[in-house]
């Protein structure tokens, strides 16, 4: 018998072309809680669906109790009592709680009907084991996040896993629930269960982790013993010691305020958000994933409604209703999420890049084919996108390419107030000083921007100021000077 | 080689090397099984019988274009029918007559897109609710009696012909030019197939999706309404019942013309080759002597296989 519950070594993944794991170990012993520690797009969410079967891996292996595990779906993690709890529940809402939990493996009477009174009373046992005292018919609908969590972890418990994952747990729990949470990992751990656990949150993770790996892009960096470390060393290891960038030198930010942001609330997502933008400047905009940078963004442009608060465009108040008004007003955005909202894939190249701006194209009232040719490549040429006709669909052109075509559109259109959400995700090195350059030319010649972004190395980059958030409000704005570093934007960023 | 070079760039134009192909492969089957099948008679009639259609499938075009569905042609085609029929016993003059009745179809069709896009209601149930009320509207209208003894002049509107060729060939003709300008050279246009493409990306894009949808809804009820207005001239009255299965004729159309249900890819031209597709299976079928239950199961097969077609088309390509 191994010491280790899993053992997965050198385990790599590939994605088309991109590796976003490689050679990375991680072990997991009986009754240890290991966190699982690592920026946005560490690898860490890649590493737990390899480990449940979602993702196969490129290359490595996977031991459980010291045993060569072939994991190629999740069933076969199920078989080697491997449990997750997502951040998104695997529920239906419009179920109740017991047919929940034995959804695919439900009890049945000598007549092949579910069994339902049987369903019913061991579902009630399992939720008792995590102390939550409601009745298991009830829809899951009615139940709180917190709740649902405790269901998840129930069913989990019921096909007596040996192995259990937390995705970011506490993401969405108060302070009361997380209490609870945590006794139930303990007792979960006292009866021998191996968690994987993976949060931002430093403060707790010393509460309840034991041991901890830190990954970065995709990279192994280091496992340690939690009671042995301190958070500073944590904090250094994630984002890394000796990143080599050269900051941007030349600076074109003045002092006419093109847009401020006063006090601005959206749902529970948003608190008190003010700031001011001035022309020609970066202003970066740091923050975990939500954080509610990107709900900020979309309240700014009138996508989502904000409840309260005041826009200021040039000093003046202007009320932005929809993202057509903010169009007008200058403000354009460029969401993170290209294949949905950024681009028409299943549209060409000079459909997409002439979209926003196609009134620059009429002539006499229709649109003129010539001149959306010749604008198109014009765009194509500019931005070097590499395509080999205007009439590729935007489907077959790579991450990078599909960026610059969004950022095509937009500069043909033009504006003021350029908002770029996740500039860079999922591109590679050379496209990616592509759009540093464009961006940099964009600020030169007078425009301003708003630069949403996880990668703090681009943070600092490319800004003038730094915005960073954290739990829907702004925890600092920082000078982008020589003196700041990753390490002081992360702190901000985790709300220490 | 000549001929490759010249179906290549009919394939660009239509979007459908198949449907083209098919297209002509039916028509040659049924001039070798049939000569009467060829004859400048029949071939005009083909057209006349599947201008109709072919008319309407220009609005169920933009709507499918758009992502959307519209149900409730068929019943616009049999409510409009009723209305300008009891307009013209009651002596309204031709001329306004014709614009009532367009103008009804566009006022049901723009109440469609309101429902639609600022009530978010999807468009497979605004328009199967709106099949309902606008039947049992026309029905109610004239307590279920079809309207007869309309005025010659309003006949003439059909029968009309200039130097041999049926009124129904030019205004078929008409309406696809203009609809082919509109869809493929004005920013409406564009931002139809925006929309369909991606709703999210257009809307972001500074697209007014809702009114762009509303107007789209508009352009089908006036195109059924229209169309009715033509039903009627060509019947010589008007029945409740009237354009019965429309909205499924002109769905045929639009997908065996190559657009494809999920919106934002098709074209107009193809609208127009697979309501002529339709009317030739009809008539051919019919020449043959094959009984119309028969007819029904070759025209179901027909649309399955076009869309079959198309997706290996699809695959092909990628």
Redesign the interface.
């Known amino acids: 018998m191994s010491d280790y519950l899993v053992e997965m070594k050198k385990i790599s993944k590939e994605f088309s072309g991109v590796w976003v794991l490689q050679d990375v170990d991680l072990s997991l012993k009986k009754g240890e809680a290991h966190v699982l520690l690592g920026e946005n797009g560490a690898g860490k969410s890649t590493l737990i669906k390899i480990l449940s079967g979602a993702y196969s891996k490129t290359s490595g292996e996977i031991y459980i109790n010291g045993e060569l595990a072939v994991i190629n779906n999740p069933s076969d993690a199920f078989e080697y009592k491997i449990g997750v709890i997502y951040q998104e529940f695997n529920l239906n809402t419009y179920m109740p709680i017991y047919e929940n939990m034995f959804l695919g493996k439900e009890y049945s009477n000598p007549l092949g009907l579910i069994d339902r009174r049987r369903c019913i009373a061991e579902a009630q046992k399992a939720l008792a084991r995590v102390g939550l005292e409601i009745s298991a018919k009830r829809l899951v609908k009615t139940l709180s996040v917190a709740q649902m969590q405790l269901v998840e972890i129930a069913k989990a418990l019921m096909s007596n896993v040996q192995i259990l994952v937390f995705d970011e747990p506490t993401a969405t729990l108060t302070e009361n629930e997380i209490k609870k949470l945590f006794q139930i990992i303990q007792e979960l751990k006292a009866n021998g269960v191996g968690i994987i656990y993976i949060s931002h949150r430093m403060k707790e993770l010393k509460e309840i982790g034991d041991r901890c790996t830190v990954l970065r892009d995709g990279k192994y960096i280091d496992t340690v013993n939690l009671n042995e470390v301190e958070d500073c060393d944590l904090i250094h290891m994630m984002v890394g010691r000796n990143v080599e960038f050269e900051k941007r030198t030349s600076h074109y930010a003045n002092n006419d305020e093109v847009l401020r942001v006063e006090e601005m609330q959206y749902a529970g997502l948003l608190k008190d958000i003010s700031f001011t933008l001035r022309r020609g400047e970066i202003l970066g905009v740091a923050g975990l994933v939500g954080s509610g940078r990107t709900e900020m963004a979309k309240c700014i442009i009138g996508e989502y409604k904000a409840n309260s608060g005041d826009i200021y465009i040039k000093g003046k108040k202007t009320k932005i209703k929809d993202p057509c008004d903010a169009i007008k007003n200058g403000i354009v955005y460029l969401s993170e999420d290209r294949k949905n909202e950024g681009l028409t894939l299943k549209h060409d190249v000079k459909t997409n890049a002439t979209l926003p701006g196609l009134d620059k194209c009429i002539h006499r009232g229709l649109i003129s084919l010539n001149k959306e040719k010749d604008c198109a490549n014009q765009l194509v040429n500019q931005f070097n996108i590499k395509t080999s006709s205007l009439n590729m669909l935007i489907k077959y052109l790579s991450g990078g390419n599909q960026q610059k075509v969004v950022i095509a559109k937009w500069v043909y259109k033009g504006a003021d107030i350029y908002i770029f959400d996740e500039p860079t995700r999922g591109i590679d090195v050379g496209a990616r000083q592509e759009i540093y350059n464009i961006i940099d030319s964009l600020v030169k010649e007078g425009a301003s921007i708003i630069m949403i972004s996880s990668d703090l190395v681009e943070v600092i980059k490319m800004s003038d100021r730094v915005l960073v958030m954290n739990q829907g409000t702004i925890s600092g704005c920082l000078e982008n000077d020589i003196n700041l570093c990753q390490e002081t934007i992360l702190n901000y960023a985790i709300g220490r | 080689m000549n001929k490759t070079i010249n179906l290549k760039s009919i394939q660009d134009l239509l979007k459908s090397y198949i449907l083209y192909f098919a297209f002509i492969i039916i028509f040659v089957i049924f001039s070798v099984l049939n000569k009467n099948f060829l004859s400048v008679n029949n071939v005009l009639n083909i057209i006349v019988q599947s201008s109709i259609i072919a008319i309407i499938a220009v609005g169920q075009t933009m709507v499918i274009l758009s992502s959307g569905i519209d149900l409730s042609v068929g019943s616009i085609v049999g409510a409009v029918g009723i209305g300008i029929g009891l307009l013209m016993i009651a002596g309204v003059s031709i001329p306004v007559v014709v614009l009532v009745g367009v103008l009804m179809g566009s006022l049901i069709g723009l109440f469609n897109g309101v429902i639609i896009s600022y009530g978010r209601v999807p468009s497979f149930i605004a328009t199967l609710g709106m099949m309902g009320i606008a039947r049992g509207f026309g029905l109610a209208l004239n307590e279920g009696k079809p309207v007869a003894g309309l005025p010659m002049e309003f006949e003439k509107i059909a029968s009309t012909s200039l130097g041999g060729i049926p009124s129904f060939v030019f205004y078929s003709i008409i309406i696809y030019l203009i609809m082919y300008?509109v869809l493929?050279?004005?920013?409406f246009g564009?931002y139809i197939?925006?929309i369909g493409?991606?709703r999210?990306?257009?809307?972001?894009?500074?697209?007014?999706v809702k009114f762009i949808e509303t107007l789209v809804y508009g352009f089908s009820g006036l195109f059924a309404g229209l169309g009715s207005v033509l039903l009627t001239a060509r019947l010589n009255y008007a029945t409740p019942v009237a354009g019965t299965g429309y909205e499924l004729d002109t769905i045929a159309a639009v997908v065996i013309g190559g657009t494809a249900l999920s919106g934002?890819?098709g074209k107009i031209v193809g609208t127009l080759v697979g309501a002529l597709m339709l009317g030739i299976l009809r008539n051919g079928l019919t020449i043959l002597n094959v009984s119309s239950f028969f007819q029904q199961i070759i025209i179901g097969l027909v649309i399955i296989i076009a869309v079959f077609a198309d997706n290996l088309n699809e695959k092909k390509n990628?």
Request: charged share 30%; net charge positive; glycine share 14%.
């Open positions: 300008v493929e050279r004005t920013k564009r197939y925006a493409g991606n999210d990306a257009a809307r972001l894009s500074g697209v007014k934002g890819q990628s």
